[in-house]
């Protein structure tokens, strides 16, 4: 069974730092590209980063290049974000999925993200 379990989110402040992490099971983590997306408030959801099965390619939104990193453990089945110099507009719920989707129409839960003083 297909599952992202994402957390590390939370309450910060501007400036901050939080790291976020996402589980993977079900498919073989290693064969897929993974992709952080985020949705905030009456908004679409959009790609943060992605990273290639090997994670030696790596792209960001422009928004986010020289404040966040993607990383993966492929031996752990684990995504990671590192949000540095966190702003109110990086405010949403994270996800992370595969691409090509391994599951279509399948998202976790999420993880919350508030940046606000």
């Known amino acids: 069974q297909v599952q992202f379990v994402e957390s590390g989110g939370g309450l910060v402040q501007p400036g901050g730092s939080l790291r976020l992490s996402c589980a993977a099971s079900?498919?073989?983590?290693?064969?897929?590209?993974m992709i952080w997306y985020r949705q905030a408030p009456g908004k679409e959801r959009e790609l943060v980063a992605s990273i290639i099965a090997s994670g030696g390619s790596i792209t960001y939104a422009d928004y986010v290049k020289g404040r966040f990193t993607i990383s993966r453990d492929n031996g752990k089945k684990t995504l990671y974000l590192q949000m540095n110099s966190l702003k109110p507009e990086d405010t949403a719920v994270y996800y992370c999925?595969?691409?090509?989707?391994?599951?279509?129409?399948?998202w976790g839960q999420g993880t919350q993200v508030t940046v606000s003083s």
């Open positions: 079900g498919f073989t983590f290693s064969n897929y590209v």
């Open positions: 999925n595969t691409y090509p989707r391994v599951l279509r129409d399948y």
